[in-house]
């Protein structure tokens, strides 16, 4: 990626929504907005992932498996299931928390039993297994009961902070109610390779990223391997799974196992476009930063747009791609689409306030590309005394299947051609994200400590949907949402 990176996440969005008053950093940063997008399924991907939500009775015995996770969950920003198999190597967190020769002993014993490991604060992994699977003759461990779960911890600290958390973070059985989503995410971690996170794993994990990742806060879903694909289904949402207490009168029997796989709807990459995202309403990656005042401000007092247009904004379907450049200062190009209806006097207002503050902060038209009498031509911009006439973006109004589109470009020429992907409220996702990890590692667009699978994975699709009445949009600061997708290992994976 270009060094000219800088700023923070909050300015960043506030770019992509409206070419605020530094193409500088709106250029760069939009790109690693852009890539976090897949932050959700990237964290999906990577094995930190996967419940199986089904609607199920559950039976919360004193000391259940399903209880004692609940317990440990409340305590740990996030809970990771595994299935056992002694055909493969004994895990590097077995070996440190048992030793060596213990270890390969029980984990040639465990077999295909299912068995955990939990992330505390500062990201230490606690090892969590069974107690009826527990030999007792090991001695000497930093070791906890809860319930019928047996944790190691790495020493007596984290041993010590997780009492504290179980003794903070009581849950009782009537917190966790019989047949609620979370009672299902807990039975499923019993029963298959999964995860449950909450907002301090999201925060912990993605850091200044996280305000672009709202959406998946909390969450937990399923998580499978067939053939050279990963692919997941849960539920994702802003708020803890402990306020589902009940399953939606909106989710049928096998809601989970239901539909379309984004595997079979999404389309290919074309060879440039390195991500893909279409989605219904521009809040779904923005979230709530435009009702945030730090932002709502400068809106009004540079660009004149008020709460009416705000709201306008975060309604507004949208498309955009992030394409690899073989040439030039910048390795990749951003690409945004939106619709214009009845607002295009607004946006007209906008882009002319965009176009004052640029002039002012360092950068120029192209004198090639000024509107002529007879044509509206792009506006395109470039630092000012630039020799090489670099493109920094621009945007031209473009006529889509329906409407005039506004096309927008970042560290590119805004498209010419309308790649606005309408999604129908009855059938289509509410976001549909397609990318090709392995070349946005390779062109170092790909932030975060992901693991090998991931960063050289072929392609990547996601779909989230409304979790309740689908047919229907919901506020997006209180919804949840069906989660689903796919990610294509490569052989060295």
Not at 61 to 75: I, M, W
Not at 228 to 243: A, C, H, K, M, T
Request: hydrophobic share 35%.
């Amino acid at each position: 990626m270009s060094g000219k990176i800088g700023g923070g996440v909050a300015e960043t969005v506030f770019n992509i929504a409206l070419l605020s008053q530094s193409w500088k950093r709106l250029r760069i940063q939009l790109f690693r907005s852009t890539a976090s997008l897949a932050g959700i399924s990237l964290l999906v991907s990577s094995g930190w992932i996967g419940v199986q939500l089904t609607n199920r009775q559950q039976h919360w015995a004193d000391h259940s498996p399903a209880l004692s996770l609940a317990q440990l969950s409340s305590a740990l920003i996030l809970v990771q299931s595994f299935r056992g198999d002694p055909k493969r190597a004994v895990p590097s967190l077995w070996s440190e928390r048992l030793g060596l020769e213990p270890a390969i002993d029980l984990w040639r014993r465990y077999g295909r039993s299912m068995w955990w490991q939990g992330w505390s604060q500062d990201g230490d992994a606690y090892l969590i297994l069974s107690s009826s699977t527990f030999p007792s003759k090991i001695q000497g461990l930093e070791r906890q009961r809860v319930g019928s779960m047996e944790v190691l911890a790495s020493d007596a600290l984290h041993r010590q902070q997780l009492l504290q958390g179980l003794k903070t973070n009581q849950v009782q059985k009537a917190a966790v109610p019989h047949g609620s989503l979370l009672g299902a995410c807990f039975q499923g971690l019993l029963e298959g390779p999964g995860v449950i996170w909450n907002a301090d794993a999201l925060a912990t994990l993605s850091g200044t990223l996280a305000p672009l990742l709202q959406q998946g806060r909390e969450g937990c879903v399923q998580l499978r391997l067939q053939s050279n694909q990963i692919r997941w289904d849960g539920v994702i949402g802003r708020r803890p799974l402990s306020s589902l207490t009940q399953l939606s009168s909106g989710l049928a029997p096998g809601y989970f196992e239901a539909g379309p796989h984004p595997t079979s709807t999404s389309s290919a990459l074309s060879d440039l476009t390195l991500l893909q995202v279409d989605g219904q309403h521009m809040d779904l990656i923005l979230g709530t930063l435009l009702s945030r005042q730090i932002i709502q401000a400068p809106l009004e007092e540079h660009y004149g747009i008020n709460g009416s247009m705000r709201n306008e904004i975060a309604d507004l379907p949208f498309s955009l791609r992030l394409q690899s450049r073989a040439n030039g200062a910048y390795k990749a190009g951003l690409q945004v689409q939106l619709p214009l209806s009845t607002s295009r006097q607004q946006w007209t207002a906008i882009l002319n306030a965009v176009s004052d503050r640029l002039g002012s902060s360092g950068f120029q038209k192209r004198e090639e590309d000024q509107p002529s009498p007879n044509q509206e031509s792009p506006t395109l911009w470039q630092l000012r005394d630039d020799s090489d006439q670099t493109t920094v973006g621009g945007w031209e109004i473009i006529q889509g299947p329906t409407s005039p589109v506004l096309s927008i470009g970042f560290g590119t020429e805004p498209a010419v051609q309308a790649f606005l992907t309408p999604l129908s409220q009855q059938q289509s996702p509410s976001l549909r994200v397609t990318g090709d990890p392995k070349r946005l590692t390779q062109l170092g667009l790909l932030g975060g400590l992901w693991p090998k699978p991931v960063q050289t994975a072929s392609s990547l699709n996601l779909e989230i949907r409304p979790l309740n009445n689908p047919g229907n949009r919901q506020s997006v600061s209180h919804s949840w949402w069906r989660v689903s997708g796919s990610l294509t290992l490569t052989p060295d994976s």
